[in-house]
């Protein structure tokens, strides 16, 4: 079919029009802080970039990105938050509670996508795992505690003291500590605390366990898991077990963790993201968690620690680390 040279023109401008409102519908900002860069919080945000590119939105057709952490500190995780609400972004991901804290305090408008939140409820960020109704939804990386209590029984089979190293300015942890409390006894366990308030405190915390407990357990607290060398060092010295939920920890040299697989974690966040892009509204949308755990072992640091793992225990393992 042959165009009359004026219909030509009007096509193709029609076409060159057509072409910048798809780029422009396609042009959206997202700004992610984290609270803290450890490898568990960076998996959850390369998997966020993952899950956007795969949904067409890559900085080629121009998203633009932008991520900022707060280096373990509140203070800064605010700064950031107030920052990335004056730049008016299409939607804000906050990786870890007191970033995502920061951010929902920040603002009450724009789109805001949580991740790596133990307890979002205890957090205040959202009422309920069901939709908000609020400007806030996300991933939550809860864990079942029972299966925690039970992997701590599985490598240390006579364990009476656990002990845990966390921060108590930190919302995540102070719900599993409440949690373990009530937990541990009908195991025939009991909790030893010590606090940590900065990544630096966390080497002192563990050695003030030293003599005191049988094994040490780690949940996803922040500032345990940015310092988890310092942890390693007295569990290897004093030879006592180290169990975790942060899977990554196992590769650092905890002798086993039950835990989420964060990268997957961050393309769950990130495919939340895309629906606000779409149009959906973040309190239309249900908070989400991850059913999908992982066994990690690594018999190297078990035998450092003074324990030996049951072949059962290895052979159940989707990791074993040499």
């Given at each position: 079919?042959?165009?009359?040279?004026?219909?030509?023109?009007?096509?193709?401008?029609?076409?060159?029009?057509?072409?910048?409102?798809?780029?422009?519908?396609?042009?959206?900002?997202?700004?992610?802080?984290?609270?803290?860069?450890?490898?568990?919080?960076?998996?959850?945000?390369?998997?966020?970039?993952?899950?956007?590119?795969?949904?067409?939105?890559?900085?080629?057709?121009?998203?633009?990105?932008?991520?900022?952490?707060?280096?373990?500190?509140?203070?800064?995780?605010?700064?950031?938050?107030?920052?990335?609400?004056?730049?008016?972004?299409?939607?804000?991901?906050?990786?870890?509670?007191?970033?995502?804290?920061?951010?929902?305090?920040a603002t009450?408008?724009?789109?805001?996508?949580?991740?790596?939140?133990?307890?979002?409820?205890?957090?205040?960020?959202?009422?309920?795992?069901?939709?908000?109704?609020?400007?806030?939804?996300?991933?939550?990386?809860?864990?079942?505690?029972?299966?925690?209590?039970?992997?701590?029984?599985?490598?240390?089979?006579?364990?009476?003291?656990?002990?845990?190293?966390?921060?108590?300015?930190?919302?995540?942890?102070?719900?599993?500590?409440?949690?373990?409390?009530?937990?541990?006894?009908?195991?025939?366990?009991?909790?030893?605390?010590?606090?940590?308030?900065?990544?630096?405190?966390?080497?002192?915390?563990?050695?003030?366990?030293?003599?005191?407990?049988?094994?040490?357990?780690?949940?996803?607290?922040?500032?345990?898991?940015?310092?988890?060398?310092?942890?390693?060092?007295?569990?290897?010295?004093?030879?006592?077990?180290?169990?975790?939920?942060?899977?990554?920890?196992?590769?650092?040299?905890?002798?086993?963790?039950?835990?989420?697989?964060?990268?997957?974690?961050?393309?769950?966040?990130?495919?939340?993201?895309?629906?606000?892009?779409?149009g959906e509204?973040?309190?239309?949308?249900?908070?989400?968690?991850?059913?999908?755990?992982?066994?990690?072992?690594?018999?190297?640091?078990?035998?450092?620690q003074g324990?030996?793992?049951?072949?059962?225990?290895?052979?159940?393992?989707?990791?074993?680390?040499?």
């Amino acid at each position: 079919m042959n165009l009359h040279p004026v219909l030509r023109k009007l096509a193709g401008a029609a076409a060159v029009v057509g072409a910048l409102a798809a780029a422009q519908a396609q042009a959206q900002s997202v700004a992610v802080t984290s609270i803290v860069e450890h490898p568990a919080l960076d998996a959850v945000r390369d998997g966020v970039h993952e899950a956007l590119a795969s949904a067409g939105y890559t900085e080629a057709k121009g998203l633009k990105w932008q991520f900022q952490t707060a280096q373990g500190n509140t203070a800064i995780a605010a700064q950031i938050a107030r920052k990335f609400v004056g730049d008016k972004p299409d939607v804000i991901i906050a990786i870890a509670t007191p970033s995502a804290q920061a951010v929902v305090a920040a603002t009450k408008s724009i789109p805001v996508v949580y991740s790596a939140v133990t307890d979002p409820a205890a957090a205040q960020l959202v009422p309920g795992m069901e939709a908000s109704g609020t400007n806030v939804t996300g991933v939550s990386d809860a864990l079942s505690l029972e299966k925690q209590v039970e992997l701590i029984k599985q490598v240390v089979p006579d364990a009476k003291k656990v002990g845990m190293v966390y921060n108590p300015g930190e919302a995540n942890s102070v719900v599993v500590v409440k949690r373990l409390r009530e937990l541990l006894p009908q195991s025939g366990m009991s909790l030893v605390e010590a606090t940590a308030a900065r990544t630096v405190d966390v080497g002192a915390a563990a050695r003030s366990l030293v003599g005191k407990v049988d094994v040490i357990y780690t949940n996803t607290d922040n500032n345990v898991v940015s310092a988890y060398e310092s942890l390693v060092k007295v569990g290897n010295s004093a030879k006592i077990p180290l169990v975790a939920s942060d899977t990554d920890s196992v590769k650092r040299g905890a002798i086993a963790a039950l835990g989420v697989n964060y990268h997957d974690l961050g393309i769950q966040t990130g495919k939340l993201a895309v629906r606000i892009l779409k149009g959906e509204k973040p309190g239309d949308i249900a908070s989400e968690t991850s059913s999908k755990v992982e066994l990690y072992v690594n018999p190297g640091a078990a035998a450092k620690q003074g324990v030996t793992l049951s072949d059962a225990l290895v052979k159940s393992a989707a990791q074993v680390i040499q």
